[in-house]
């Protein structure tokens, strides 16, 4: 039983530790935000660099179930946050076509109502780190610095969460992961 847990930890570290070297790529609490600029669903060309002076929650998706709750929570941090300077955006970093990012939207359990971008050369993906890390929320400062991110849904990027950090950086603090 011994050989067997000692095989199983040898095989195991190195798969973890290669998840969690990718996994802290993600983070990068205190970096400038990568810039972009792409079209939205509706057709609308759509930068970061457009927000500036504004509090930006940026969730990059794929199609997929924990994608779909992330986003139906960035719709819910858009109605909290409306009439404030916060700009909620969502991109679909996978590069799917536009007819199925367009059928996955009007699956969501709300009408999705932020501009939800269209990535077809996967550019977000690459510039922050996305991938097998999917759904991703960060939260970028009024200059443009990322000041909070999370992996994953619910209790980690709930909008009670997402909306308590957007909050701080309206209030003018900062705020680190």
């Not at 972009?36 to 929650?57: N, P, R, S």
């Not at 986003?71 to 109605?79: A, C, D, H, M």
């Not at 990012?101 to 971008?117: D, H, I, M, N, R």
Request: proline fraction near 4%.
């Amino acid at each position: 039983m011994k050989r067997l847990a000692l095989l199983f930890s040898v095989l195991l570290f190195p798969m973890l530790a290669v998840h969690l070297v990718l996994a802290a790529g993600l983070f990068k609490a205190g970096e400038k935000a990568p810039s972009f600029t792409l079209t939205a669903i509706t057709g609308e060309t759509v930068g970061l660099d457009t927000y500036k002076g504004k509090v930006v929650v940026l969730g990059l998706f794929h199609i997929c179930d924990p994608c779909m709750m992330q986003g139906s929570t960035l719709q819910k941090v858009s109605e909290m946050t409306k009439g404030k300077d916060v700009a909620v955006l969502g991109v679909n970093s996978s590069g799917d076509s536009k007819k199925s990012v367009g059928e996955f939207l009007s699956a969501f359990p709300v009408k999705v109502t932020y501009p939800y971008l269209l990535d077809p050369n996967k550019v977000t993906d690459k510039l922050y780190g996305g991938g097998k890390f999917i759904p991703n929320v960060y939260v970028i400062d009024q200059q443009g610095v990322i000041r909070w991110q999370r992996v994953g849904n619910m209790d980690l990027a709930g909008e009670e969460v997402i909306v308590a950090e957007v909050e701080k950086l309206l209030a003018g603090g900062t705020n680190k992961m």
